[in-house]
């Protein structure tokens, strides 16, 4: 009976392998070629591991699947509404984090502080954040947790960070109208 079980998984993994091989990623899952970023020092579009990303897919998450936004306001400033961390959270447009230390934020946030992590295993398996999970906090200490979202978002996520608002340098009318849409009331401060 074993060895059945073997032979049949081996026939179902062969089975797999042309399947595998025959499939590429769409050709919209790209980042702009001319996409720059100041900080970390790669241009987003050249970044291995940022492989992948897709820039429209990212600001999705940024704004409405992550909430980042809530926080972390439109451009990044850190000066969201959310009651959490109300006009607190950090400069994004000034970090100092490379692609992988943003990755490693976002997905184990900042234990201590309002910043949520955003992996469902993170704090479970304890391969994912720093070795630790829930029960190596004390009580009151614990990270928070956020939305959850896929690893591919995750790149088109940082990928989106990286480029629309790390290396955009100082925020203007036309990122803002980008971002909501031209004549938008949210960028009457910037008018
Ligand atoms: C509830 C509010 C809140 C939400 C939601 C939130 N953040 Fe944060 N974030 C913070 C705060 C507060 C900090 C500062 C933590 C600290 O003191 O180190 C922070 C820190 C960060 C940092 C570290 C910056 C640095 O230079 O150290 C990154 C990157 C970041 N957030 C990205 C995100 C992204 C991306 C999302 C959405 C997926 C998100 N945050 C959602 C509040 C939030």
Same mark, same amino acid.
């Given at each position: !009976?074993?060895? $059945? ?5 081996? #026939?179902? =993994? ?8 025959? $499939?590429?990623?769409?050709? &919209?899952?790209? #980042? ?7 900080? @970390? @020092? ?6 291995? =591991? ?7 897919? @990212? &600001? ?8 980042? #936004? ?5 451009? @990044? ?25 943003? !990755?490693?934020?976002? &997905? ?6 309002? !910043?949520?992590?955003? $992996? ?10 720093? *070795?630790?999970? !829930?029960?190596?906090?004390?009580? *009151? ?7 959850? $979202?896929?690893?591919?978002? =995750? ?37």
């Amino acid at each position: !009976m074993r060895s $059945f079980v073997k032979i049949a998984s081996v #026939v179902l =993994l062969l089975a797999w392998i042309p399947a595998a091989l025959a $499939f590429s990623p769409p050709k &919209k899952d790209t #980042v702009a070629t001319t996409a720059t970023t100041e900080a @970390g @020092g790669t241009p987003a579009a050249d970044d291995p =591991l940022l492989a992948g990303a897709d820039l429209e897919r @990212g &600001k999705v998450v940024y704004q409405r699947i992550g909430l980042c #936004v809530s926080c972390h306001g439109w451009d @990044g400033n850190g000066m969201g509404k959310n009651p959490r961390s109300e006009g607190a959270a950090a400069h994004l447009r000034e970090t100092q984090l490379d692609t992988q230390g943003l !990755m490693d934020v976002i &997905k184990c946030g900042v234990p201590t502080t309002p !910043m949520p992590f955003h $992996f469902s295993s993170a704090y479970r398996d304890p391969e994912v954040c720093f *070795g630790a999970v !829930m029960a190596d906090f004390e009580p *009151g200490t614990e990270p928070r947790k956020g939305t959850t $979202f896929r690893d591919k978002d =995750l790149v088109s996520l940082v990928a989106y960070i990286k480029t629309a608002i790390i290396g955009a340098g100082e925020t203007t009318l036309e990122q803002c109208e980008a971002y909501f849409e031209p004549g938008s009331k949210a960028c009457d401060n910037l008018r």
